[in-house]
């Protein structure tokens, strides 16, 4: 098929590749600008590598955008990992519309962080869709969907590079030929059962040790790698990242005040919370790389008996 390709980033280019490989006809790839003073976009540079027809437009909408997709006379467009809003004037465009990438399951966890939330609350299952794009946040129709568990110890890391990325990319592929084909199914979203979440950023990966230990837990690792959680050790971040969490049996038996450093033991540091402990194993202060918890609390003077969060 004759497709134009909208994205950025790794996962923008991974597509790219997929549909290259099998022998597919990229007619072009829009891609937007990079900031001032950041690294080439992978997609863009692997674009440009191949020679193919490359547009960095500072938005889809109005005219131009729409204008330069029409000129390449493509079959459909497929968007992977897109940030800028794509009107309807853009994704009507090619023969058979467009299709778009997010990972959940809609209706579930609209937004641009829909991987973070729901390992951050304590959901055991997530998964990716293919879906039209409409002038709604992630609200069109539905045309396909993988699923996969989140297991207790999983990350959003390992979530996403490990599963929704290489699943995203054949879910892509199989829901192109469905919608070239003819084949696709396309369902509305229940609207009742719909959720959207904001951002994950620095604000909501703050943690409050007075917080249940399941929910720091949760907090961290929906963190791991990015934005990471964090909390203050003498008025300066400090980001965690690998971690484990540790349940007392017996109530009101955690040892140390809540947010105070219970142990240094081997690689890791201990931190009471509410209902046990969450043992740091990687971790990185300011202006530092990460490095195991026990390595980093020796730089910084970090001691038993320490209070975190202030």
Not at 19 to 28: E, H, I, K, P
Not at 157 to 167: E, I, K, N, T
Not at 249 to 264: D, F, L
């Amino acid at each position: 098929m004759r497709i134009a390709l909208i994205g950025q980033q790794k996962f923008g280019k991974s597509v790219l590749e997929a549909f290259l490989a099998r022998g597919d006809t990229v007619a072009g790839v829009f891609c937007a600008p990079e900031k001032p003073g950041t690294a080439a976009d992978p997609l863009r540079a692997e674009a440009e590598q191949r020679g193919l027809p490359l547009f960095q437009l500072s938005s889809l909408r109005g005219g131009e955008a729409s204008a330069t997709l029409s000129r390449l006379a493509v079959d459909l467009g497929v968007m992977a990992y897109v940030l800028q809003f794509a009107p309807p004037e853009f994704t009507a465009v090619p023969t058979h519309g467009m299709i778009q990438y997010h990972p959940s399951l809609l209706p579930h966890y609209r937004g641009p962080s829909s991987i973070n939330w729901p390992i951050i609350q304590g959901r055991t299952e997530t998964g990716l869709s293919i879906f039209r794009p409409t002038e709604g946040l992630d609200e069109g129709p539905v045309i396909l969907q993988k699923r996969t568990p989140i297991g207790p110890d999983d990350t959003l890391g390992s979530v996403y590079f490990d599963r929704l990325y290489p699943l995203g990319v054949e879910a892509l592929i199989e829901a192109a030929d469905l919608v070239v084909s003819g084949r696709a199914e396309e369902r509305a979203q229940d609207e009742s059962h719909a959720s959207y979440e904001g951002w994950c950023r620095e604000a909501e990966a703050r943690v409050h040790w007075h917080t249940h230990v399941d929910q720091l837990y949760d907090l961290i690792r929906g963190c791991n790698p990015a934005p990471g959680a964090w909390t203050l050790f003498q008025g300066k971040k400090l980001q965690l990242f690998e971690a484990r969490k540790h349940r007392t049996r017996t109530y009101g038996a955690v040892r140390g005040k809540i947010g105070c450093v219970t142990a240094i033991e081997g690689e890791s540091v201990f931190v009471a919370a509410q209902g046990g402990e969450i043992e740091l194993k990687s971790v990185k202060a300011a202006d530092a790389k990460k490095m195991p918890a026990a390595a980093c609390a020796a730089a910084l003077g970090l001691t038993v008996g320490t209070l975190l969060g202030a």
